[in-house]
């Protein structure tokens, strides 16, 4: 019997199973005489070994069942002592490398040391398997970019070395990861070329393999050895020199599983018999020229669409604790790490958001949490993750009770590096200096750890955050801990656009990004040397011209002043239109080439009468370009 198609179920349950052993021991580590604990950890490995035997994935099937007859004696014993955890914990982790191995289509990593450690003692901590070794990757390994990219030519120079590094699959931040690796590499010689490169890995992704040639004077073990320690690396080696590099080509991608509810299929299944009614409603409907049936029946039509959207956005919806589940494990190894008392708290797990959102947020979660308790917490302290609902929109926090961030010193790090002039850093705001942060290569950090410190971080989670079409909040204080706040859309499909007019074109700007609108009347429009400013509340704030920013002709007009209000450079800013045209949903279309090259364009739809509507960003505007502020009352033609 083929059992490949069940492949991906397989993997999706199996991953759930171990996330669920990884909680219960942290769990059991702080209540080590919790019954139902250990009778539901023993559950979760029998389920797992159950299922690898079936599909015949051999050393998943064996290591499964070595975790099972560990439990059992503690289900006898009635306690879980903390050396038995350290060894379960490594177990879990030798589990997801082989599950990393079977969706990669490759042969399961060796688990004999593992096996033979547990026979010495019951006790012994495990350490995942570094390998060195001198032998070319097993044919169809391809790079988690998904690119078709051909390894750099082996060098007649003898200081050449040719190198490919593998992180583990559990890393987090992996992109970040090879980043410092990068660094690492380029103090031990000329760093000659990388795939991917160090552009490509700003980008963020999932990225687990690279290949780099290295123009150094130091022995190739030496360099290896090196290599190897750095943090989640896992194996290093030097491809045969006597062997053509082999071309790698695209590995096929394993279908993606969902679990479905059966009322929610029950519901799509009516949806779609009401849908072939209506059809056949509005063709008799029309074909009879029985126009306010027709009316009546686009009505009852838009009513069904909609219900169908929700339905269809709750198929895709998951919980956030998908992606929180992970973070009881990686607080404990952080603190055992740095030798602090750390706790955590999660609210709001329960909190449902679109599952490319969740994936594209796992890794910038993980590096905020690393940031709290690498450069917040002191000694002592906790780690809050809360989400909430807020209108149409997610807001997500991580939160420290540490050291703060003191904003004088921002601005002094910035100047002192050239980032901003002495001026810039006398006139921005506390709010605004923090944002300084999110600049690549920018880091607070008094020494370098293993965590942080490298200046690689806050400017990808700021960018990842940003391509999800959310925005980056940071705020803190000195001795009053630090928030990192993310405002996220639902969905990164269908989402609510604000339509505007700017020079004769329609143009859309996603409502998580307006924090308001604004119909002023032209005296309320004031200057501040020779930029237009407005009033709001206690703030002074600048307003920008969009027809200039996007390039675009000026139109005289006349009457009051729409303004949009947004942010840009960690502060509010007033963009000012022609007018406002409605807000309405929209479904967003990605852009091909060469339009995916338009600066601060996140996409387009299509509206009512056929149109295209480009979808812009304010925020990658108003950062990446040089802006022109308004020198006097916009549409002011004199």
Not at 219 to 248: C, I, N, Y
Not at 325 to 348: C, I, N, Q, S, Y
Not at 420 to 435: K, T, V
Request: some cysteine.
């Amino acid at each position: 019997m083929d059992m490949s198609k069940y492949k991906g179920m397989f993997l999706s349950e199996s991953k759930e199973h171990l996330r669920s052993m990884s909680t219960l021991l942290i769990a059991l580590e702080k209540n080590p005489a919790d019954r139902e604990g250990i009778d539901s950890l023993f559950r979760e490995a029998h389920s797992v070994k159950g299922m690898a035997a079936s599909m015949g994935y051999d050393r998943t099937t064996e290591l499964a069942h070595h975790l099972e007859d560990y439990m059992d004696g503690f289900r006898k014993s009635g306690a879980v002592p903390s050396a038995a955890v350290d060894r379960l914990l490594g177990g879990i982790d030798l589990l997801e490398g082989l599950l990393a191995d079977i969706e990669a289509d490759r042969v399961e990593r060796p688990i004999a040391t593992f096996l033979a450690a547990g026979k010495e003692t019951e006790t012994a901590e495990y350490e995942p398997e570094l390998e060195i070794i001198s032998d070319p990757p097993p044919a169809g390994e391809s790079l988690s970019l998904g690119d078709a990219v051909e390894p750099p030519p082996l060098s007649a120079d003898p200081s050449s070395l040719r190198l490919v590094v593998e992180l583990a699959p559990d890393a987090m931040a992996p992109s970040a990861r090879f980043l410092l690796l990068l660094r690492e590499a380029a103090r031990l010689g000329t760093l000659l070329v990388s795939v991917p490169s160090e552009a490509q890995l700003r980008k963020g992704g999932d990225i687990r393999r690279m290949e780099l040639t290295l123009d150094t004077e130091l022995d190739p073990v030496r360099v290896v050895e090196l290599l190897a320690g750095v943090s989640d690396v896992v194996r290093v080696f030097r491809p045969a020199s006597s062997a053509a590099p082999p071309k790698r080509g695209r590995r096929e991608a394993q279908p993606q599983t969902v679990r479905v509810r059966t009322d929610l299929l029950d519901h799509f299944i009516n949806l779609t018999g009401e849908l072939i009614t209506q059809r056949y409603m509005l063709q008799t409907a029309s074909r009879q020229e029985r126009w306010s049936d027709v009316q009546g029946g686009l009505d009852h039509l838009a009513r069904l669409i909609s219900a169908l959207h929700h339905n269809v956005l709750q198929v895709r919806m998951m919980p956030l604790e998908s992606i929180t589940g992970h973070l009881p494990r990686l607080v404990r190894d952080l603190a055992r790490k740095t030798g602090k008392d750390v706790a955590l708290r999660v609210e709001g797990e329960e909190v449902e958001l679109d599952r490319a959102i969740l994936e594209g947020l796992a890794d910038p979660l993980v590096h905020m949490v690393r940031n709290a308790i690498d450069h917040g917490i002191e000694e002592q302290g906790e780690v809050v993750v809360r989400a909430w609902r807020e209108r149409d929109m997610v807001l997500l926090e991580v939160a420290d009770n540490g050291r703060g961030i003191d904003a004088h010193v921002i601005r002094q790090k910035a100047v002192a590096r050239g980032l901003i002039s002495p001026a810039q850093a006398r006139s921005l705001r506390d709010r605004e200096a923090l944002q300084l942060v999110c600049i690549p290569g920018f880091s607070t950090a008094t020494e370098i750890t293993e965590t942080s410190g490298r200046g690689v971080g806050m400017d990808v989670v700021k960018s990842a955050v940003e391509n999800l079409g959310g925005g980056l909040e940071i705020l803190s204080e000195p001795g009053k801990g630090t928030r990192m706040r993310l405002k996220l859309p639902l969905s990164v499909a269908i989402i609510q656009i604000l339509l505007v007019e700017c020079s004769g074109r329609t143009i859309g700007i996603p409502i998580t990004k307006v924090e308001r609108t604004l119909d002023l009347p032209r005296e309320e429009i004031q200057t501040s040397g020779r930029k237009a400013v407005i009033q709001l509340g206690e703030e002074m704030i600048p307003l920008l011209s969009l027809h200039k920013i996007l390039g675009l002709p000026k139109h005289p007009s006349e009457g009051s002043i729409s303004v949009v209000i947004t942010e840009g450079r960690g502060r509010r800013v007033g963009l000012v239109v022609d007018r406002f045209c409605g807000q309405r949903e929209a479904f967003v279309k990605t852009l091909a080439f060469p339009l995916d090259s338009l600066a601060g364009v996140s996409g387009a739809t299509v509206i009512g009468d056929g149109s295209i509507i480009f979808i812009i960003d304010p925020q990658y505007l108003l950062e990446e370009r040089t802006v022109a502020p308004l020198s006097r009352v916009p549409g002011d033609s004199r």
